[in-house]
């Protein structure tokens, strides 16, 4: 059972935007002050690419190079509702791809999706011409 639920996604048109969330799957999932929270993303026939990701203490922020200055990952830290955002602006059809959220508890390694633990289902997102 996923331990991450995301939710948004869908059909955008190029230049257009998306937003895509990303929440505990129940109130027994807790996120950590030194935890990390990344979007990592799988389009069909390619392997699994990371895309941002958030520390969770001090907000520290990463992006691979294609999505910088269009993706914005923000992350809401409170009671029973912490949630993670990856605002997608000036899409692309090479965009497209199911995108997951994860936890890796060792936010040194943020960019390595191996170190991420826990994972959600996936949201699809499709661009359009």
């Known amino acids: 059972q996923a331990r991450l639920v995301e939710s948004g996604g869908g059909l955008g048109q190029t230049g257009g935007s998306l937003t895509v969330a990303c929440t505990p799957s129940?109130?027994?999932?807790?996120?950590?002050?030194?935890?990390?929270m990344g979007w990592f993303r799988q389009a069909p026939g390619k392997e699994r690419e990371f895309v941002a990701a958030?520390?969770?203490?001090?907000?520290?922020?990463?992006?691979s190079e294609s999505v910088k200055g269009r993706f914005t990952i923000r992350r809401v830290a409170a009671e029973n509702a912490d949630a993670v955002y990856l605002q997608m602006n000036d899409l692309k059809p090479e965009d497209t791809g199911v995108y997951y959220c994860?936890?890796?508890?060792?936010?040194?390694?943020?960019?390595?999706?191996?170190?991420?633990?826990?994972w959600g289902q996936g949201t699809q997102v499709t661009v359009y011409s």
């Open positions: 129940g109130p027994s999932f807790v996120i950590y002050a030194n935890d990390v």
């Open positions: 958030v520390t969770w203490r001090n907000n520290k922020k990463y992006y």
């Open positions: 994860a936890r890796n508890s060792d936010s040194h390694t943020w960019y390595d999706g191996s170190k991420y633990a826990d």
